[in-house]
């Protein structure tokens, strides 16, 4: 078993539409969770980062975690065709430098 | 702001050359910095953790003398591919973490990552 599981996608969805995105982890030890939009042939960009259960909202972003379920989403709102990109969810403990990446769900926001 | 700066974006060059790749924190000091290889609709690969002044440490599998990595200030960091061949063609990229207190737990800040071709 991965320590982080993400669905790859491709996940298709209209412009407008509420788009969640997900990952499960197997590590309790992981204390902080990030999500990171990565355009095809660029660097991944950080867009929410939260070490607490909860909610976190920015803007259009709204960060899950469920650290009882091991579980976390992110949801976007309003979809646009920009938000077109590969999302990465990504964990860390405070004992390790390293991070650990899901595979990526590649999302395509139609007009 | 994190701004994170890498150069060149895109190498196109012959086998047994060696490339160096630059990887700049513009507006933070980052005590630690990470490179990684991206292959075509695949995750992240860490390769290597570089800290400022010492050793980087390479992840298994990861040739430190095929890959050598520089470290000489808390806003640059290097990636040398030594004698580079086309298995080495990829996407790297490199990140950045805030230097500072209870610093292990920031996020990282990614740069734009280098496109390398060997032909």
């Known amino acids: 078993q991965k320590e982080v599981e993400q669905d790859p996608g491709p996940l298709s969805v209209p412009e407008g539409a509420i788009v969640s995105l997900n990952c499960t982890y197997s590590n309790s030890a992981f204390q902080y969770f990030m999500w990171y939009r990565q355009y095809s042939r660029k660097g991944p960009e950080l867009l929410m980062y939260t070490y607490s259960s909860g909610n976190k909202e920015d803007g259009r972003f709204t960060a899950q975690v469920d650290k009882s379920s091991k579980y976390i989403s992110l949801f976007i709102r309003d979809s646009q065709p920009s938000d077109s990109a590969t999302y990465l969810c990504a964990m860390g403990g405070y004992n390790t430098d390293k991070l650990i990446f899901g595979t990526g769900t590649r999302l395509q926001v139609f007009p | 702001g994190a701004v994170v700066s890498q150069h060149p974006s895109w190498v196109i060059c012959k086998s047994g050359t060696s490339v160096k790749i630059e990887c700049r924190s513009l507006d933070f000091q980052a005590t630690t910095m990470f490179w990684y290889r991206q292959f075509p609709k695949q995750s992240l690969m860490l390769m290597a953790t570089s800290n400022e002044g010492s050793k980087a440490t390479y992840e298994q599998g990861v040739e430190k003398d095929k890959f050598l990595i520089n470290h000489a200030s808390l806003t640059l960091s290097t990636l040398t591919v030594t004698s580079a061949h086309p298995e080495d063609s990829s996407f790297y990229i490199c990140?950045?973490?805030?230097?500072?207190?209870?610093?292990?737990?920031?996020?990282?800040?990614f740069g734009d990552g280098t496109r390398l071709s060997i032909l």
């Open positions: 990140s950045a973490r805030r230097s500072g207190a209870g610093n292990s737990n920031q996020p990282q800040h």
